[in-house]
């Protein structure tokens, strides 16, 4: 015998004598001492299941069950607010499945796992269940009524669970469409005779599925044409069933080879369809869930590898390309669309984790195909908002910490080939100290812009100034100077950005920390402007080669009807006249 109390636990548990010498009050008079140290029982129903355990409800609308052996448990809780002082409940366990009539509410839910089956309303709170082996039965005061699952028809067989899934999406489909505010079920859709296309694709859908058995003859013209058209859809719908099948019962040793097959089917899938936000959560938690199964699917889809110029090659159609850079995704804020990242960062992501080398020219790559899917500037397209580099660098930044991220920022910023970007990568090459790198790109994209050869020109001479790591890439960068940039300006840099010197020394024999510029250094580049014609020397090169400086005054003319004054000339002391 085990003594329990629910607030308690078990109490006390002791064997107990043949049935014949049994006494029951007695054995309870024993126990008499325990019962008042004990809370009073705060139990709205009870009742038994069919293997002898015990329910009991709490007004508070908690069910816990209690074990012969003294084990108890907390089994389901409907809430603080599901049961008000004075409704009826009723309580009722059969085969695993928990029933419980509450509040003019039926909940069915799973004894072994404490899961809410089903919900349905009743008509009335007046409810008693009955006894049967078979079936849920309920009696109310207009009769006697079956429980029957959701998915089941009455009479056993059970509805194809891909034909409810054409229907619910068809309801979407149509609610989107519908003007009407009033929310569409399936049971109007089905039985309101008006959508037909659903109901011939489930039925078509359910009869391609089962390939055993040949799908009847008669079938009418239309649903025929579209048998026939979905026939490698079917045959793909059930390779993946049979790939399903495969994951669930594979030994453990062959699991990832085959989740890396369904995760690349599921992936090609999703690129043929519209992401829409269903779709691009369901991405991102294969994302998450198979960083590597999702990796090697995003190789095999686009055909992602790199040629023998070191430069990444793909060969994906432009209908995939619009989705990988665009959707209606890539146009939210740069977060995502409700905490879901769009397939570009999910890629890049990817990209940053395994081959972070591949990186930059990823985003190379999908700016070359960027401009050619939409025209220049438009707001369709992944650069009418937030450029694709931008993007990129996003990934890093939450996804901070990990090495080598300083050198993935710069070659990102330099493959955008924005003038703004590639000042930005210039100047934390300058901070690094990494002066091959800082000519490199300056010989690269000085030629392409006059505006940023003058802005990195100006950069690298005010590092001139200050110290002499750059003196043995003088000659590189003397040439990287603007035709436009007077000697003037040049000497202008320099003194703007010469060292402090040395509190307490009187100017001008301060000494300067370090070893200072000399003019012997920038001699060269001088000598350089001076051979080498301005801009605006070239300008006016024809004037300045003209004979008569400045040109003589053509004859004037006099016009009819005016009469001229008098005018009266001074002459200079070189003419002979009085000053």
């Avoid at 330099?414 to 990494?434: D, E, F, I, T, Y």
């Avoid at 007077?486 to 840099?493: E, H």
Wanted: aromatic share 6%; charged share 20%.
């Amino acid at each position: 015998m085990a003594l329990v109390a629910p607030a308690r636990g078990l109490l006390r548990s002791h064997p107990l004598p043949p049935a014949g010498e049994l006494d029951f009050k007695k054995l309870v008079a024993g126990c008499a001492g325990l019962l008042p140290a004990l809370d009073p029982l705060d139990i709205h129903t009870c009742a038994l299941s069919d293997s002898g355990d015990l329910l009991l409800l709490s007004p508070r609308g908690a069910v816990d069950l209690l074990q012969p052996n003294g084990a108890q448990r907390r089994v389901f809780d409907f809430g603080g607010s599901a049961l008000a002082p004075g409704d009826p409940a009723q309580l009722h366990a059969r085969s695993g499945t928990l029933a419980c009539a509450l509040a003019g509410l039926l909940y069915l839910v799973d004894l072994g796992s404490g899961r809410l089956l089903d919900k349905m309303v009743l008509s009335t709170k007046e409810v008693h269940f009955l006894e049967d082996e078979e079936e849920l039965q309920l009696l109310m005061p207009t009769g006697i009524y079956s429980y029957v699952p959701r998915g089941v028809e009455p009479g056993g067989r059970p509805e194809p669970p891909l034909s409810e899934l054409v229907f619910q999406e068809a309801c979407k489909y149509y609610q989107r469409r519908s003007l009407s505010s009033a929310p569409l079920t399936v049971e109007k859709l089905r039985k309101g005779g008006m959508f037909q296309a659903p109901i011939a694709l489930a039925a078509i859908l359910h009869r391609g599925l089962r390939p055993q058995h040949k799908p009847p003859h008669g079938l009418p013209g239309p649903h025929a044409k579209l048998l026939s058209a979905l026939s490698l859809e079917l045959q793909s719908y059930r390779s993946l069933e049979v790939l399903k099948a495969c994951v669930v019962g594979a030994p453990e040793g062959e699991v990832d080879s085959y989740c890396e097959e369904l995760v690349e089917q599921e992936l090609a899938r999703l690129l043929h369809s519209e992401l829409d936000p269903d779709n691009l959560a369901y991405l991102n938690t294969i994302f998450r869930s198979f960083p590597r199964a999702a990796w090697k699917a995003v190789r095999a889809s686009l055909q992602l590898r790199q040629g023998t110029d070191g430069l990444l090659v793909a060969r994906a159609t432009p209908d995939i390309w619009k989705k990988v850079l665009g959707g209606p995704a890539a146009r939210e804020v740069e977060g995502g669309c409700n905490g879901a990242l769009p397939l570009f960062e999910l890629i890049c992501g990817s990209l940053h984790r395994y081959k972070p080398t591949w990186l930059p020219r990823f985003v190379a790559l999908t700016q070359q195909y960027a401009g050619t899917a939409w025209p220049y500037g438009s707001q369709d397209g992944p650069e009418g908002r937030v450029p694709l580099y931008k993007r990129a660098l996003a990934v890093l930044t939450r996804r901070a910490g990990a090495a080598g991220d300083e050198d993935l920022e710069i070659d990102l910023l330099l493959c955008s080939a924005r003038p703004k970007a590639v000042l930005q990568a210039v100047r934390l090459l300058v901070r690094l100290r990494h002066w091959p790198r800082v000519l490199e790109a300056a010989r690269r994209f000085c030629p392409r812009s006059p505006l940023l050869n003058k802005e990195i020109f100006a950069t690298l001479l005010a590092e001139v100034a200050q110290h002499r790591e750059l003196d043995p890439h003088l000659g590189t960068l003397w040439e990287l100077c603007p035709p436009d940039l007077a000697a003037t300006d040049i000497l202008a840099i320099v003194l703007q950005h010469l060292p402090s010197p040395v509190a307490g020394e009187p100017a001008p024999f301060a000494a300067a920390p370090g070893t200072p510029l000399t003019v012997g250094l920038l001699k060269p580049l001088l000598q350089r402007m001076a051979q080498c014609p301005r801009a605006q020397d070239e300008l006016y090169a024809d004037a300045l080669q003209s004979p008569g400086i400045p040109p003589p005054t053509p004859p004037r003319e006099r016009r009819a009807g005016v009469e001229l004054a008098p005018r009266t000339a001074t002459l200079g002391p070189d003419q002979g006249g009085t000053v």
